[in-house]
């Protein structure tokens, strides 16, 4: 009688299945990232409104709107975790995972600021901006939306020649910044603005200033995902050529360096 023994079979690997599903989930947090982005650039016209017509109703819509914002800010931080932690990627992959933590900590707090600058329009309804205020802070809002705007399409096409143009194009909105400032203090002087209007619109123009400023951040973190380069490391370097100086300095301060710790050279 003879006995026949179960066939043994090996298991596939798995790991290019491991492989395809990180890669997908890896996708996803990038599509989710932009997803945040079109989030907070829709605030920007929406809270600009809520300023130039003092809707109070739309102001206290986009406050409220913030808490989804928030939610997917965490919710794509607590994804990047997890990648990291199961998949222990390396290199380029690592890069985009603290890209993406650091960007979107970015793009949420530009939101932020939006729901600031609906705050500071309620502590000052009623109160009638001149002309050229509501002109300078209009085109304030369309410049700060424009950059964080071109800072997401940097980051979703992993662009880096418009990530390090976004510091040149930053000076426009320096320039506005410039702008509202003095029409502020102009309206104040002639009395069109009480001086609590005149210290919230410098609050609020303040806060259209540093959404380019992240805009600008954003695109630099771009360039590190894509070359691994951050302009910190231009001053890391130079905090090294210093400290290799000062040292320099030191042994020459105190006559040099010790001789007779040198290796001994061939006789004469």
Known sequence: MSSTEPEHTTPEPVEGEHRVAYHRDLDQVTAAVIRLGALACETVPRGTEVLLGGNLADAQALIDGDDEIDRLTV???Q??????????????????????????AEIERSADLMVNVCKAARRMYGSDLTPLIRGVLAAMAREANKMLRLSI????????SLAMALGDIDDELDEL?????????????????????AVQLALIARYYERIGDHAVNIG??????VTGWMPEHNGMLRADHRHEFTAEQDDVANGGPDESAAPDGPDD
Do not use: S, W
């Open 153 to 160: 399409d940097a980051f979703a096409d992993e662009n880096t």
């Open 177 to 197: 910044n410039r702008d509202i400032v003095e029409a502020i203090f102009e309206a104040h002087h002639d009395g069109a603005i009480e001086l609590r209007a």
């Open 79 to 104: 994804q990047c975790f997890n990648l990291i932690a199961l998949q222990a990627p390396m290199a380029g992959e690592l890069r985009r995972l603290m890209t993406i933590m650091k960007v979107v």
């Open 75 to 77: 919710e794509i931080e």
């Open 220 to 225: 630099e973190r771009v360039n590190y995902m």
